[in-house]
């Protein structure tokens, strides 16, 4: 132990600490100070970053006994406070740069520490200052707070005023369509947004921590559990096995498919008998504290009989493999499109034709904050779970028999979210935070660490197609054929969902009337796959986007302007036999033309004997919903103090608080009320049932489910002389003053298992990608330079949202198609090792053209946004680089080594004919 003194935020403090232990442990553990948050623990992600006189330090790297007596220590506390904020505080708000908040303490104390050193530095030494700090962000592309330190620096220069940076309502009071700021912005800036972790480090005495026993190979039989050992080590005070957990100790994947093979049952809470996956959950050790609790799970003695592995759906798909379920197949459920006519003679006619196979990787989220989560039995006996979910209605549902509680005894809140991309559309850890909280009668937390954080969670499902794609004498689009399977990992739920969504997405876009398809969904033992940004769009685009680039080169054609002459005109449909809702497309490309006429001529002028530098053009289309007749809750009370929303639209980091106040705000304008007038009441079963925040669904569903609500309270309030009661008034004339709405996608209908023909969703988001990358022909490394982009996500509801949506998406496509995988359970267990993107990755240099097209169904004519930016920006840069060095991938992450040997084989290639001759 060692007494330091230290200067913490301009007050001297004495503090009592192991020299070992890290500053980020003593600030947040020992002082409190939360506002540092440790998402990495390694030095890789610059989100515990402080300020050590004048040097940002991130500070999980930093020994407490390392730091100088009486240092000056900055934390985000220190900087600016609710209602006193530093201006890079307040342009981190009014840009857009707090998300999901969970890496804004780090990029504004590094900020802070570059602008006490340079006050008028250029974008690019920001962007080299937060490379070389290591501030990693996942949400935002980097732009937006890059955008925010130059607006900083400037009011702190005196060039601009903290009025002339704020976002400003519209004439008529209206912030539909400004950038209004998210509620939640001013907690982020100050530190002050409790995440999980930091929820657990303020739980009562008492509290018990948890640990996980985790099964170290993929698949194998359990023989034995010995928890004697462990159940004597220091501090615990219970040892959880399958034994303790008093349901059916199986989360159940709500089967929504008929012809689903499996009964959805496959899932176990703690494994009994069998492991399915490196990582499965075998015992929890609940201990006093978190040390105590991991050193006693590493005595937990579990024997194990080792079972064939099976990696890939290659793997699993052999006619000698087991099966992973025995009873049920591990290709256990089949997809089928039938569209149009015959397509064997239409493909066999053709004038091009091109035949190809890709395969996209099991993308790994790489959400900054590791997954973490609370529980507790309440006063009235209802078991409270507080997690990262996205879907506290579907996980009650999913969860509840497991655990064996009758459904008014299970209670789900959200808390505070650092960023999900959609794994938590599947539940992680809430039904072993009940176990446990149920097994032991207390209060229990579980928090991740990184390693199981990217190891022990969902990831997005690989799928290999093969296509045929075919094309007349005048490069119309004749045929389509595809043939696919998707590697779900070994737990089904929603398998069969992200299968049906290749049928629905491969070819989209053009007018292509002919198609046949047939796909399996496949258990592996590798990682199950949950959902993610984009959910089945990207591996399907990968194929038909590949493919319709070679087959416009077949034809001697300009990819651009192939494309063009096939999309979806007055008379398409869908691949899923949909009309669409509107026709966007060519508007978008017209937008894009100009851009993409000079992108050629500079690609043309740039590219030298090293560096070679091309364009590339890919369209991406996504549906919001979870198909068919999806419906959203939502209810609207007048209060004393104003008007309060209830729903259940839970925040990733995407801005669902700043959605739901919108939509209110703009229905009930007229009633003179504003913006601050309105709270929100979200994210817990006990309110209003709105689906899970996935599927881009909830601008579009929960959006319209809240404007309906308001509606209904509006209309109550309305006198007959058109004013509106006030509170007072509508409580004297007896009228009620809470009001459920609802809002259901009638006229939707589910696809067809054989012919995958339906009309699924409501609304489409359209997109439009055009990268240019520099391919260092030495060593294959390819650079993102330019990215510009046009998109069609109807009325913009927010508009620093939809560009912090937007940006942030293109970046998560840029590390899907260059840098991103978790295949290799050895290498791929942290951030950087998983290839997430850093500043120096993605370019500066973004250009966003919109088009507001009005949906019909949409609130106030909004689709949705989330999954659009990254739904095809991968192979539009795969085609670019063909465009620049005449490689062609069709595998993603395209890494420099494959590329490398690529342009060897097809030097060689090009220098064989010469010598023979
Ligand atoms: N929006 C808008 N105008 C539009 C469309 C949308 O202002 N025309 C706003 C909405 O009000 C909302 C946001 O954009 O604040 C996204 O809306 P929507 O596309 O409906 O998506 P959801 O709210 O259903 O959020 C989920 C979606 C998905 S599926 C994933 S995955 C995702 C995403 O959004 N994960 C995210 N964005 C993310 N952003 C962050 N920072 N972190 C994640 O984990
Ligand atoms: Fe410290 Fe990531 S760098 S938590
Ligand atoms: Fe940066 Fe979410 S806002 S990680």
Not at 36 to 44: F, L, P, T
Not at 146 to 169: L, S
Not at 171 to 189: N, Q, W, Y
Not at 535 to 546: C, H, I, K, N, V
């Amino acid at each position: 132990m060692k007494r330091i003194q230290l200067n913490v935020n301009g007050v001297d403090r004495w503090v009592v600490a192991e020299p070992q232990a890290s500053l980020a442990d003593v600030l947040r553990k020992q002082m409190m100070l939360t506002g540092c948050k440790v998402c990495c623990d390694d030095g890789q992600c610059g989100s515990c970053t402080v300020i050590i006189d004048d040097k940002p330090i991130r500070s999980c790297n930093k020994k407490i006994g390392d730091v100088r007596e009486g240092a000056r220590i900055t934390t985000i506390e220190g900087v600016g406070t609710p209602g006193n904020l530093h201006p890079i505080q307040i342009a981190w708000m009014t840009h857009g740069g707090a998300q999901c908040g969970i890496c804004t303490s780090g990029f504004i104390m590094s900020s802070k520490a570059l602008l006490e050193k340079n006050i008028n530095p250029t974008r690019e030494e920001v962007r080299k200052w937060f490379n070389r700090n290591r501030n990693l962000c996942r949400c935002t592309g980097y732009k937006p707070l890059v955008d925010a330190v130059m607006d900083a620096a400037a009011v702190m220069r005196g060039e601009k005023t903290v009025a002339q940076i704020m976002p400003k309502p519209k004439e008529d009071g209206s912030i539909l369509g400004t950038s209004h700021i998210r509620p939640s912005a001013e907690a982020k800036v100050t530190g002050t947004w409790d995440f999980g972790a930091d929820i657990a480090l303020r739980m009562p005495e008492g509290t018990l921590r948890l640990a996980l026993v985790q099964a170290e190979i993929p698949h194998g039989l359990i023989k034995g559990i010995n928890t004697a050992e462990a159940e004597a080590m220091p501090g615990v005070e219970k040892v959880i096995t399958w034994k303790d957990v008093k349901g059916r100790n199986a989360i159940t994947g709500l089967i929504t498919f008929p012809d689903n093979k499996g009964d959805g049952w496959d899932r176990p809470i703690l494994c009994k008998d069998k492991i399915f996956q490196f990582g499965d959950a075998i015992a929890i050790v609940a201990a006093d504290t978190e040390d105590h609790a991991r050193a006693a799970a590493k005595k937990v003695k579990v024997d194990v009989e080792a079972l064939p592995a099976y990696m890939s759906g290659f793997a699993a798909l052999a006619p000698d493999a087991i099966e992973i379920h025995p009873g049920t197949p591990n290709a256990y459920y089949e997809q089928g499109v039938v569209k149009g006519e015959d397509t064997k003679p239409l493909l066999a006619s053709s004038s091009a034709l091109v035949d190809i196979t890709t395969y996209c990787s099991r993308q790994p989220h790489l959400h900054l904050e590791p997954d973490c989560g609370e529980a507790y039995v309440d006063e009235d006996g209802v078991l409270t779970i507080l997690s990262k979910s996205i879907g506290v209605h579907l996980h009650h549902a999913m969860i509840c028999p497991g655990l064996g509680l009758e459904p008014d005894k299970l209670r789900l809140i959200q808390n505070p979210t650092g960023g999900t991309f959609g794994y938590k559309f599947s539940p992680t850890m809430e039904a072993l935070l009940g176990a446990a909280a149920l097994a032991t009668g207390k209060p229990v937390s579980l928090v991740y660490d990184q390693y199981q954080n990217i190891t022990y969670t969902g990831k997005r499902s690989p799928v290999n197609i093969n296509i045929k794609l075919g094309c007349d004498d005048n490069g119309k689009l004749t045929a389509m054929e595809t043939d696919w399977w998707l590697d779900h990992g070994p737990y089904s739920e929603f398998g069969d969902l992200v299968t049906l969504r290749q049928a629905q997405f491969t070819g989209a876009g053009y007018h292509l009337e002919n198609i046949r398809g047939k796909g399996l969904t496949v258990a592996t033992n590798h990682a199950w796959g949950s959902a993610f940004r984009g959910y089945g769009s990207p591996q399907a685009f990968l194929a038909s986007e590949t493919a319709i680039d070679i087959l416009a080169e077949k034809m001697g054609e300009d990819p651009f302007e192939f494309r063009y002459k096939n999309l979806y005109s007055e008379n398409s449909t869908t691949p899923t036999g949909q009309k669409p809702e509107v026709l966007v497309l060519p508007q978008l490309f017209d937008m894009l033309r100009p851009k993409y006429e000079e992108a050629k001529k500079r690609c043309a002028e740039l590219s030298t004997d090293e560096v070679k530098r091309g364009v590339g053009i890919a369209l991406g289309i996504y549906g919001c919903g979870l198909d068919g007749p999806d419906s959203s809750n939502a209810r609207a009370e007048l209060t004393k103090d104003g008007v309060t929303i209830y729903n259940a639209w839970e925040d990733h980091g995407q801005g669902a608080d700043l959605g739901t106040l919108t939509m209110a705000h703009e229905v009930l304008r007229p009633t003179g009320i504003t913006p601050e007038q309105i709270s929100l009441v979200m994210n817990d079963t006990n309110g209003p049932n709105s689906g899970p925040a996935g599927g881009s669904r909830s601008n579009v569903f929960t959006g319209n489910a809240t404007r309906v609500a308001a509606e209904m309270l509006l209309n109550a309030m309305r006198k007959e002389d058109g004013s509106y009661r006030t509170y007072e008034e509508m409580v004297a004339d007896g009228i009620p003053l809470v009001y459920d709405g609802n809002w259901v996608a009638a006229a939707c209908t589910d696809c067809s298992s054989e012919t995958g023909q339906g009309d699924p969703f409501p609304v489409y988001m359209y997109e439009v990608f055009m990268p240019e990358v520099e391919v260092e022909v030495e060593t294959g490394e390819v650079k993102v330079v330019k990215f510009t982009t046009s998109v069609d996500v109807g009325t913009i509801i927010n508009k620093a949202t939809v560009d912090g949506q937007i940006y942030g998406g293109l970046a998560q496509g840029i590390g899907l198609a260059l840098s991103e995988d978790f295949e290799d359970l050895e290498l791929h267990t942290n951030l950087m090792d998983c290839g997430i993107p850093y500043p120096k990755d993605i370019p500066d240099d973004i250009e966003i053209l919109y088009l507001e097209t009005p949906r019909p169904d949409g609130p106030f004519g909004a689709a949705g946004v989330g999954e659009a930016p990254l739904t095809a920006a991968h192979p539009a840069i795969l085609n670019a680089i063909y465009n620049a060095c005449g490689v062609r991938i069709f595998r993603v992450p395209a890494l420099p080594e494959i590329i490398r040997t690529e342009l060897e084989a097809k030097a060689a290639r090009e220098k064989a004919p010469k010598e023979l001759a």
